[in-house]
């Protein structure tokens, strides 16, 4: 995720939080696309690699939505100093594990 991005995304969650009428429609809709999104890649990855017992599609998504969410990604890696790389390392390593059911 680039940083700049990042700053802006954070930025426009500030403000729709703050009660801001002009952002909060348009934030809202970035992340129902986002979730659009994430549920289709679930849904083709489900169709060429079967997910785990008890996994949905639409959980899937939601973890994926979790963990590749600036609600993550900033805090870890803007405020808290990691690497974005080690950040994409371990989200992979996670949704592997998750979706695929690879340690």
Excluded: F, Y
């Amino acid at each position: 995720m680039a940083r700049r991005a990042v700053g802006l995304l954070e930025v426009l969650r500030n403000a729709a939080a703050l009660g801001n009428e002009e952002i909060g429609p348009p934030r809202e809709r970035n992340k129902e696309q986002r979730r659009e999104v994430q549920e289709k890649l679930v849904g083709a990855l489900a169709k060429e690699h079967p997910l785990p017992a008890g996994m949905t599609v639409e959980r899937a998504a939601d973890i994926d939505c979790t963990l590749l969410g600036p609600e993550v990604h900033h805090p870890l890696v803007t405020e808290r100093g990691r690497s974005s790389r080690k950040w994409a390392d371990r989200v992979r390593a996670d949704l592997c594990r998750r979706l695929l059911g690879e340690v």
